[in-house]
């Protein structure tokens, strides 16, 4: 392989990681090989075997809008193949009159939905950082909850931010089974530490009771309290446990 | 059997009862047509112009049931243009002219206008079932006709339809005495309902088994239905927005687990996060569960929903819950038999399923007979899996949402992989192809699919030999539609008599001449060569060289139609 023909590549494979839209020509020499990923594939075409580039590049075909869809089928036919869509990248392919075959009932019940669903979505945006604060600890921090999946990502997370302030890992333990949901009622009473969080009513609630996905929406902040304090809450996190319906 | 008098056949053909069999029947012998007309209640007529309604009236008097259909499939992705026809009020009009004691009307993709849904319910005193999918044309006025003229409705069931919503009090025009309805979906009405109308209705509905309601009937409202009719047996729920500390949802948990009776769920056009755990108690009876305009549940809360639907037979779901989702589905639902799975966004989702989907589900599921799956990617591999595993398909439609992609493993057409399914799938009727391909593909179908009876291809073949390789080899094939495939005159005009074994073709974007057409409507006079000309030039000649855009042939004993629009050419 032509150390010449692999610089090309990898550029191209540099670019695309930036790319999120259909790639605008640029100034520059990046141009030409910016405009249609297809013409990357004749430029392999010409060694003697086909490259497979296996890179999760964005896809060779992307005929534009003004190829009526006869001559878009015979590019796509002939130049169809070696670089598998990249599922991730939008798609910058011409939407072509009745494909995919789906009924315009559904499609225009999808687009109904879609907005009214938008005007409700616009709270939830795609990040939601919110403070935390530990009791006795110096400062803040912020945590973005989006990124976790689940309640012991979260705490672990949080064991990290804040072990430099806990003494010796058996309390951080201790905040870690506090965010598993099942164990919380057996350490209540073995642990100092309480994590809980502000609520969008303004109410603190203990951290564990409802499902995680509940949870990264209604959450505003949180607060790893210390034991004394927590007192006040612990009972009706109790209550809670008892009332739980699932 | 021609010793015995006529009411004993007639009494012997009581027991016959499905479409193809009564039709052979009145093959065999003249007496046995006449006592076939006389007795048949229950017609079917796929192509609405393939016969006029005078002659349906003349031929059958004792008509009780009809179904018809209208315009060609592809109507449904916008490939017909507006006013091709399929219109009703036709046969409606000779129907009632003829004092046939119609009781049921089922109609697909018709053009329905307010007057004929007027003049059906004025005209048939013991109309009781009214069945439109996917029409067009009417208003809720037309609603508020049949609701109140019908008396004896039981059945009023609007699948997919574009209404146009006239703010009426159509529900409200149920008179007091109606009281015999079984069936009512408005699901597809985009405007508001009466909900007093609505919940007196029910109440006094005692054999309602099946309830679809649309959009604007909220959760208090549907409460308040659910323990009017715990007998129900099918529930399409509109909105079922609320706030999960209520009272009302509260109350809404409670009610449900009165509704045991409930095997078929859908609608969800409007959910709150996190409240599906309201119908966990009735999930294990669930055998049909229809959440594809769903669009406000998570794929996580779906996911576990289905772990708790067991005996689910039924399901037709959005992309978004994944090829692990599916995994999930595979697991729990061993009695699937029938999987529908839509795009929740026709591009670039990366959220779409793949392969891997299917194949969970082919292991999982092996009395699946019925699929129709959008999905990211294929692979020869993982088709020629499925074929194993679920060798009893009956309908399999793969929707590749890019439509040339080829197996993005070997870069290889999907031509092995289709001709596993045809291959193992004996049974199979319908078919519909995507993803890169080649004549082969074709080749296979005509050498192993002899049960075929609907193909639907796109974006596919190399050469006439793909088309005629169906044409030759699917023997059963009744209707068969093409778009943007390389088949020209020659595949077109080989076989011309074919088509007289069709129902239907539909070609568009092809390579076929107007000369060609010209020249198989010239030789076949009992089909109707249709060929749309959308361009702009009023005075444009068509040239026998010139390629058609669409052209749409059916079988007919009517003759050329004297409702077809400008742009529709009949040679």
Redesign the interface.
């Known amino acids: 392989m032509e150390v010449v023909g692999m610089k090309k590549e990898n550029m191209r494979f540099e670019e695309t990681e930036l790319r999120l839209g259909i790639g605008l020509p640029r100034n520059g020499s990046a141009t030409e090989e910016l405009v249609v990923r297809k013409r990357g594939f004749s430029e392999t075409e010409t060694q003697d075997h086909t490259m497979d580039l296996m890179l999760n590049l964005s896809t060779n075909k992307e005929p534009t809008s003004e190829v009526d869809p006869i001559d878009n089928t015979k590019i796509l036919q002939k130049e169809n193949t070696l670089l598998p869509a990249d599922p991730a990248k939008p798609p910058a392919k011409a939407q072509v009159v009745g494909w995919p075959p789906v009924r315009s009932y559904r499609k225009n019940m999808l687009a109904m939905q879609k907005s009214s669903n938008d005007v409700v979505g616009e709270e939830n945006n795609a990040i939601s950082f919110v403070k935390v604060s530990m009791d006795g600890a110096p400062y803040l921090r912020k945590v973005d909850l989006k990124i976790y999946n689940s309640y012991s990502q979260l705490s672990d997370s949080l064991g990290k931010m804040f072990s430099s302030f806990t003494i010796g890992n058996c309390e951080s333990q201790g905040m870690k089974d506090f965010m598993n949901e099942s164990k919380l009622m057996d350490l209540l009473n073995n642990s100092d530490y309480v994590p809980t969080y502000e609520d969008k009513d303004g109410d603190w609630m203990v951290v564990g009771d409802v499902p995680w996905e509940m949870f990264v929406e209604s959450c505003k902040r949180l607060r790893i309290m210390k034991g004394k304090e927590a007192i006040g809450i612990a009972p009706r996190a109790m209550e809670k446990c008892k009332n739980r319906s699932y | 059997m021609n010793y015995f008098p006529d009411e004993v056949i007639e009494h012997v053909f009581d027991y016959v009862v499905s479409h193809s069999d009564r039709n052979a029947l009145s093959l065999v012998c003249k007496s046995w047509c006449r006592i076939e007309r006389f007795t048949r209640q229950r017609v079917f007529i796929g192509n609405c112009y393939s016969i006029s309604p005078e002659r349906l009236v003349q031929r059958f008097p004792s008509l009780k049931s009809l179904t018809l259909k209208g315009k060609p499939h ?1 109507a ?4 017909v243009p507006h006013g091709w026809g399929g219109f009703v009020y036709p046969w409606i009009e000779a129907l009632a002219k003829s004092k046939v004691g119609l009781e049921e009307l089922r109609l697909k993709r018709m053009v329905v206008s307010d007057d004929s849904l007027e003049l059906l319910s004025r005209s048939f005193m013991d109309f009781k079932s009214l069945v439109l999918v ?1 029409c067009e044309g009417f208003t809720t006025d037309g609603l508020a006709a049949v609701a109140a003229n019908c008396r004896s409705l039981r059945e009023l069931d609007l699948q ?3 209404v146009e919503d006239h703010k009426g009090q159509w529900l409200s025009c149920f008179p007091e005495s109606c009281t015999s309805l079984v069936s009512l979906n408005f699901a ?1 009405l985009k405007g508001e309902i009466n909900l007093g109308a609505l919940e007196r209705l029910v109440a006094r509905s005692p054999n309602l088994k099946s309830l679809r309601l649309n959009r604007s009937v909220p959760v208090d409202a549907l409460q308040k239905i659910l323990m009017r009719a715990p007998q129900l047996v099918d529930l399409g729920i509109g909105s079922f927005f609320h706030d999960l500390n209520s009272d009302t949802y509260a109350k809404l948990k409670a009610t449900i687990l009165k509704c045991k009776s409930i095997t078929s769920l859908s609608g969800f ?2 959910v709150a ?2 409240s599906l ?1 309201a119908i966990y108690p009735i999930s294990q009876n669930l055998t049909s569960l229809n959440l ?2 769903a ?2 549940i ?1 794929s ?1 809360e779906l996911i576990k929903l289905i772990r708790h639907c067991g005996k689910l037979q039924r399901l037709w779901i959005m992309d978004c819950i994944g090829d692990k989702g599916l995994g999930v589905v595979a697991s729990s639902c061993k009695d699937l038999e029938e999987l529908r799975v ?3 966004a ?5 959220a ?1 399923v793949t392969e891997k989907g299917l194949v969970a589900i082919s292991m999982g599921c092996p009395k699946l007979h019925s699929l129709l799956y ?1 999905c ?2 294929m692979t020869n591999a993982a088709l020629i899996t499925v074929a194993k595993n679920c060798p009893n398909f009956i309908r399999f439609r793969l ?1 590749i ?6 197996d ?1 493993d070997t ?1 290889q057409p999907l031509d092995e992989g289709f001709g596993a399914i045809v291959q193992s799938c004996k049974r199979l009727r319908r078919l ?1 192809l995507s993803g ?1 391909l080649t004549d082969q593909v074709f080749l296979y179908i005509g050498m192993y699919a002899d049960q075929l009876e609907m193909l ?1 291809i ?2 596919a073949g190399e050469s006439d030999k793909g088309m005629l390789y169906v044409l030759n080899g699917c023997k059963k094939l009744r209707k068969l539609e093409m ?2 495939c ?1 088949f020209g005159d020659s595949a077109l005009l080989t076989d011309i008599g074919k088509y007289e074994t069709m129902r239907s073709l539909w070609m568009s ?1 092809c390579e076929v001449t107007v000369g060609a057409c010209k020249t198989l409507a010239k030789k076949m006079p009992r089909l109707n060569v249709e060929i749309f000309n959308e361009s702009e030039q009023e005075d444009c000649d068509m040239e026998d060289e010139q390629r058609v855009e669409k052209m749409y042939l059916y079988r007919t004993v009517a003759g050329k139609r004297n409702d077809a629009p400008e742009y529709v050419w009949t040679l």
């Open positions: 592809f449904d992705f916008s490939l996917s997919e339809n574009e597809c056009l409007e996060p996190f755990a594809s305009y669009a406000g998570q996580s839509f795009p929740s026709p591009f670039g989702n990366h779409a959008f990211h990617q929707c949402l890019d439509a040339t992609k080829p993005p870069m519909s890169k639907s796109a974006f778009r943007d390389p974007s």
